[in-house]
């Protein structure tokens, strides 16, 4: 688990288009804590030597999508719009690890809350014009495709998966041994792909593209899981795996813009050389912890398609509501719909 430093200044300029409304995250199970405010004494994001000169984010070229009101592909179903937009714990999907008490510690725990062995594959469909995070040495630079962080100490470990410079980089944590794997092929081409991450408790890492080992690495070794009755000063975000967002919101951080499919989490390492990626969804086995298909279509409850819906998650919307959250555009569709671009374009300044 990682220590933020701030070098610099870190200037965030924030426009939001559209009327303001916003979602509470329900739980059965979640008795919600206090505001959370992120106190500028903890963790800080330091930027690496790579990514030290000013950066100044664009506006992508205007591109069309699928309306999210269509009628689904039979094949394909929904895929899930995220727009990188929303520094209000907003514009993301958030997963509950557990049963978490008023005071965010976590009382008992869902499958979700991976420790050992395991393999995290989902699909991904992004542009470059709307991912601009430069090179980085820490995937927290990125923009945050998938966030299991955690502010401060006393956890297993933790993990993260971010794009920097259009290439996917994967980072896993086990107490000082805070370890990144860099991706080699470019992933921001506005076209449908199938990422396969798998971790051996051993700390063997691999990255797969398209069914093509991408990089690999002897990460740390041991448990990665969130702690059982560990307190935290974050309730509303530390016992959470989030995707689409940094899930702290720390002043600077960047998030995916894109669209995202049937994610899959098994308590396996699935692939330990090239393989064919699935022409279908992913089945729920033995191994699948919890599944994500996105194929709601509408709303904001994300059911988990692994048996029993042990997991489920929550849509947090951004501003305009649920729908314009819910694309017809999967990967088993075969759509060629190019992505909308977002609607927020900060400055990140490093120095």
Known sequence: MHTYRLIGIV???????GCSASNALPSPTLAQGPAETINPAQPVITPNSAAT????????????TTPATATPSSAGGFSIRLFGSSTNDLDRIKIPLGTISSSGQLTSLRPVNVGGDLTLEFWMKANAADNTAPACDGWYYGNIIIDRDIF????????????????????FSVGNDDQLLKGNRTVTDGVWHHIAVTRANSGQVRLFVDGQLDAQMNGPSGRIDYRLNRPTSYPNSDPYLVFGAEKHDYPGSRYYNGLLDDVRLSNSVR?????????????????????????????????????????PGTLQPRTGGTVQHWSTDTPFANSSAPLTPRAFLPMIIRS
């Open 11 to 17: 200037i965030l300029i924030s426009v939001l288009i």
């Open 53 to 64: 000169t000013s950066l100044a984010q664009t506006a992508p070229s205007p591109l069309a």
């Open 152 to 171: 401060g100490n006393g956890d297993y470990g933790d993990y993260g998966i971010a794009i920097c410079d259009g290439k996917l980089v994967v980072g």
């Open 271 to 311: 692939y330990t050389g090239n393989f064919t990626p699935p022409t279908a969804p992913h089945p729920a086995d033995a191994n699948t912890l919890a599944l994500y298909r996105f194929d709601e279509g509408s709303g904001t409850a994300i059911g988990d398609s692994a048996p029993g819906n042990q997991s």
